[in-house]
T-cell receptor, first 114, second 113 residues
Framework: DTAVSQTPKYLVTQMGNDKSIKCEQN?????MYWYKQDSKKFLKIMFS???????INETVPNRFSPKSPDKAHLNLHINSLELGDSAVYFC?????????????FGPGTRLLVL | KQEVTQIPAALSVPEGENLVLNCSFT??????LQWFRQDPGKGLTSLLL?????REQTSGRLNASLDKSSGRSTLYIAASQPGDSATYLC????????????FGTGTRLTVIP
């Protein structure tokens, strides 16, 4: 009964490729997020979606394009991958973006760009 | 700009000891502060959430305090166990930035049996 799931768990790819990471939550939450955790373990928000609409975009390059086909899914597509994109990407969800609710995190996707 | 700092970066203690993890933040205009636990290769698990109007929250052997005016929070773990070994992250929820959490860099805790 995984609450927030991500696929794939690991992703190794060449520089310049395009890749996608999928996220699904079965909690019935309205709000979903993508975070990036760099090599120094610093966790920083990238995007936030509420009911399929973009709420937060924290100065992320245009190569990153989130897509929310429905409120249970928030996928992350990355074009023209660069070495600096290597990191762990976490998806999270919360009940509502107006309410100060706890965020529930997925297990992470470890991306390595060679 | 909100910055969150956690000290120490790493901590090793023998089993059974009580310990304190520290978190400081530069902007006191926050809705709340959360403490998370991250196990190696896994996602984050929320431990405690303290609203800005609260002073502390308790859950089992964990007690988190918040002094918003001084920009500090502590996580107290009583009678530590090897299963407590993990990285502990604090995150603040800035006022007027709904659900945009700012994380610290974490404290990696090792409890030695």
């Amino acid at each position: 009964d995984t609450a927030v799931s991500q696929t794939p768990k690991y992703l190794v790819t060449q520089m310049g490729n395009d890749k996608s990471i999928k996220c699904e939550q079965n909690l019935g939450h309205d709000t979903m997020y993508w975070y990036k955790q760099d090599s120094k373990k610093f966790l920083k928000i990238m995007f936030s979606y509420n009911n399929k609409e973009l709420i937060i975009n924290e100065t992320v390059p245009n190569r990153f394009s989130p897509k929310s086909p429905d409120k249970a899914h928030l996928n992350l597509h990355i074009n023209s991958l660069e070495l600096g994109d290597s990191a762990v990407y976490f998806c999270a969800s919360s009940q509502d973006w107006h309410i100060q609710e706890t965020q529930y995190f997925g297990p992470g996707t470890r991306l390595l760009v060679l | 700009k909100q910055e969150v700092t956690q000290i120490p970066a790493a901590l090793s203690v023998p089993e059974g000891e009580n310990l304190v993890l520290n978190c400081s933040f530069t902007d006191s205009a926050i809705y709340n502060l959360q403490w998370f636990r991250q196990d190696p290769g896994k996602g984050l698990t929320s431990l405690l959430l303290i609203q800005s109007s609260q002073r502390e929250q308790t859950s089992g052997r964990l007690n988190a305090s918040l002094d918003k005016s001084s920009g500090r929070s502590t996580l107290y773990i009583a009678a530590s166990q090897p299963g407590d070994s993990a990285t502990y992250l604090c995150a603040v929820h800035p006022y007027l930035r709904a659900n945009n959490l700012f994380f610290g860099t974490g404290t990696r805790l090792t409890v030695i049996p």
